[in-house]
């Protein structure tokens, strides 16, 4: 488990790239229920939403994600790159949203006027900025294309994927 996890760090920190992530299909289930339970368990703790909501939410995600990276590594003509691809951007998603989880939880105790609330908000800014340049350089070595087409497609697939979030399932606000 611990080098699995050293893994996705050196992907992180773009030490390492996709292509050496090992090409085990045994991996891909094992981080897909690893997308759900962090990216649920995040969700339920730092926003309002329930249990169904959450599951349903990112399990759309990462079923939309999933589509949308195979298709276009069908276009490059690159099918065969789609696992190690996957559980790269998996890995390395996992491991961003769980480094939210410090800020994100912080900043539930903080007030308003705090200055501590402007240093959460600056630190959630960098972990946004570090997740789409951690995920443009996966894009980049999957896809064959330049670093700013991968990193617009990084930033894209978030934009996207909030908007997709927000649209279908986020909470009714109480009055």
């Known amino acids: ?17 996709p292509a ?24 339920m703790a730092l926003s309002m939403y329930g249990l169904g909501p959450a599951l349903a939410s990112s399990a759309v995600i990462l079923g939309v994600w999933a589509v949308m990276i195979y298709a276009l590594l069908a276009f490059k003509n690159v099918r065969e790159r789609f696992l190690q691809t996957f559980v790269a951007l998996l890995g390395v998603d996992c491991v961003l949203t769980l480094l939210n989880v410090l800020p994100g939880g912080l900043s ?4 308003v006027d705090d200055p ?16 789409m340049l951690a995920k443009g350089a996966i894009y980049r070595e999957a896809l064959n294309v330049g670093p700013m087409q991968a990193n617009l497609l990084a930033m894209c697939f978030a934009f996207g994927f909030t908007y997709l979030d927000v649209a279908m399932f986020s909470p009714e606000p109480s009055h």
Do not use: H, K
């Open 1 to 17: 488990m611990r080098s699995i996890f050293v893994l996705f760090w050196r992907l992180t920190t773009f030490r390492l790239g």
């Open 20 to 43: 050496e992530v090992p090409a085990a299909p045994a991996l891909l289930p094992v981080l897909c229920i690893a997308f759900l339970a962090v990216n649920m368990g995040v969700r």
């Open 108 to 111: 539930l105790f903080v007030t």
């Open 116 to 131: 501590l609330e402007d240093i959460l908000r600056l630190l959630v800014i960098v972990l946004f900025v570090w997740d």
